[in-house]
């Protein structure tokens, strides 16, 4: 049995300006909405209704195309307004949106690993615990300490757990080819998962059994689960430091950097010069103006002449030029495969 206090996922600060409206969407986890300024509404759509089959609807609610969209005039929803000190708890799969027309808005969206029948709820002391905690001394699945990568939105560790644990055979095994080829998959071309199928299997199974036991997966760390995740489950690349790679265009790079090589009556450039340039005409990073600069072979105070320009610079936007954006696997097989296996509620 668990507890929300087990079992938190991520805690999410929202901060919103100039009001906003969402798309009607889901999430596959617990989840609590507390706010600290400002008004929201809240549109829940009612569970059960056939109208819905995806996680995310483009539809505008206030301007339904109902001749396009007959039978959402059909659709029972209820609504609520969410005021300043206020928190609402949404349960796993619940369709909903949210809206404002506030100036400002701020709050905390807190995540809870998503409970299956063989990971359920245990409420029992809810009432009685008043150990209040910040959450700096909270654990938390995927915490965030504000260097690196921003690690969110990803598949919660308790459903990898529980999609393994249901997939072993008479003796208990899970055999990872199979396992790997029927849950880690999408859209693109055959053969694009490969490398993650491969990272996964690798981590549980570093000596090429082929397979990993239900007792061994039981004991799996969470730090474990998570690295197993982070294999095919991909960080959003607009939330990690490589992110520059394919936001900075590399042809702007090279025609930026021969610019500056051939200013002045003395043509070239030092580090500082570079540095400021890229990051106030570039939009980059200091980081990877730096990363640029020692792949160029710029020593300490040396002045950047064409000629190492030339020589260099192909080599050295590389990364650049080959950045694309990771595609994550698709998630819907491993809801399903809880479906066939009735561990959803």
Request: proline content about 3%.
């Amino acid at each position: 049995m668990w507890t929300f206090a087990k079992g938190i996922k991520e805690i999410t600060l929202m901060m919103r300006t100039g009001g906003y409206n969402t798309p009607i969407h889901k999430h596959i986890v617990e989840e609590f909405h507390c706010a600290f300024n400002g008004s929201e509404e809240f549109m829940f759509i009612q569970p059960g209704q056939k109208e819905l089959q995806h996680p995310w609807s483009s539809i505008d609610v206030d301007s339904v195309d109902l001749i396009k969209y007959p039978e959402l005039q059909h659709i029972k929803y209820a609504s609520i307004a969410l005021n300043k000190g206020d928190c609402i708890y949404i349960p796993t799969g619940s369709y909903y949106k949210i809206s404002s027309t506030d100036h400002f808005n701020s709050g905390i969206v807190v995540w809870f690993s998503f409970f299956t029948k063989s990971h359920q709820f245990e409420g029992t002391g809810c009432d009685k615990n008043d150990n209040f905690m910040p959450a700096s001394d909270v654990n938390i699945t995927w915490r965030y300490d504000g260097y690196g990568d921003l690690e969110t939105l990803h598949l919660d560790t308790n459903i990898l757990r529980t999609v393994l644990l249901t997939s072993g055979d008479e003796k208990g095994r899970v055999w990872l080819k199979q396992f790997t080829e029927n849950l880690i998959k999408g859209d693109g071309e055959v053969g694009v998962y490969d490398n993650e199928r491969k990272q996964f299997s690798d981590i549980l199974d570093p000596t090429g059994r082929g397979y990993v036991t239900v007792k061994e997966v039981k004991a799996l760390s969470i730090d474990v689960l998570k690295k197993m995740i982070l294999a095919f489950d991909h960080t959003d690349d607009s939330s990690t430091l490589d992110y520059e790679y394919r936001l900075i265009n590399h042809e702007a790079i090279i025609n930026f950097t021969r610019m500056l090589a051939s200013n002045g009556p003395d043509p070239g450039f030092h580090s500082n010069e570079f540095i400021e340039q890229y990051v106030n005409q570039l939009g980059g990073t200091r980081q990877k103006a730096m990363e640029i600069l020692t792949g160029l072979g710029v020593g300490q105070g040396e002045l950047v002449t064409m000629e190492m320009v030339e020589k260099n610079i192909e080599k050295t936007i590389e990364k650049f030029r080959n950045a694309k954006l990771k595609i994550r696997a698709d998630r819907k097989p491993w809801y399903e495969h809880l479906l066939k296996h009735k561990e959803m509620f």
